[in-house]
């Protein structure tokens, strides 16, 4: 079945350090795939997305390119900040806007 | 600050009770979820509702009742509950069922069971 495989974490980086998360994924079909963040005591918030492939989303300094090639969609940005701390979602959807989530990977930015 | 809107943030419920999470939204979208999101864990689904109907039932059990009384507005209603339904409840919703659509998420309501 669909899946979505992310790296383990905690990530602990210094300020101004370059953050990659991978993220790998199974499914049938042509999904869209999803980063979305959730900081401490808050819902998820959508990062970035796209929806096929070679697509590359950017938010906030934030990108990813959906290579279907390598079924992956890495989320990487050049300089974390201490505001990056939070959790990060790899996601996909299937077939009715259902979404398969990874299990999230904490960051923390320290100055 | 987020467009869908969940009420209470937490709430304390013993296990006899018999309360309701409230959700709404003002997007115009079609599509509701309920998930249930535990400590360190990704959200997981519920609920899905498309247009005011009920699509989706992750076989949750039936101590939890959802309700979408129209388009902007989804119920949870929750009666005999137990220990682990202690969690984060979230609602979210899309423009529809359309693939490709990013799911916008409220902050939760954090639920506990004594």
Redesign the interface.
């Given at each position: 079945g669909d899946s979505v495989t992310q790296m383990e974490g905690p990530v602990t980086l210094s300020e101004e350090a370059f953050l990659t998360i991978n993220c790998t994924y199974t499914a049938t079909g042509y999904?869209?795939l999803?980063w979305?963040v959730q900081y401490p005591?808050?819902?998820?918030?959508?990062l970035l997305?796209a929806?096929k492939a070679d697509d590359k989303g950017s938010n906030k300094g934030f990108e990813a390119t959906y290579r279907k090639e390598t079924t992956s969609f890495h989320l990487e940005k050049g300089s974390v900040q201490v505001s990056d701390s939070a959790v990060y979602?790899c996601a996909l959807?299937?077939?009715?806007?259902?979404?398969y989530?990874?299990?999230?990977t904490?960051l923390t930015v320290i100055p | 600050d987020?467009e869908?809107t969940?009420t209470p943030k937490h709430l304390v419920m013993g296990m006899t009770n018999k309360k309701s999470l409230k959700c709404e939204q003002h997007m115009g979208h079609r599509?509701m979820y309920w998930y249930k999101q535990k400590a360190?864990?990704?959200?997981e689904?519920m609920f899905?509702y498309?247009y005011e109907k009920l699509?989706?039932n992750e076989s949750v059990p039936s101590r939890f009742s959802p309700e979408c009384p129209n388009s902007s507005l989804l119920n949870l209603h929750l009666h005999a509950l137990q220990p682990e339904d202690s969690a984060l409840y979230?609602c979210?919703s899309?423009r529809?069922?359309?693939?490709?659509?990013?799911?916008?998420?409220?902050?939760?309501t954090r639920l506990s069971i004594l």
């Open positions: 999904p869209s999803f979305y005591g808050e819902g998820l918030q959508l997305k929806t979602f959807d299937t077939t009715g806007n259902q979404f989530f990874g299990t999230g904490s | 987020t869908v969940q599509a360190k864990k990704p959200p689904l899905v498309s699509s989706i979230l979210a899309s529809d069922r359309q693939g490709g659509q990013p799911q916008h998420f409220g902050d939760g």
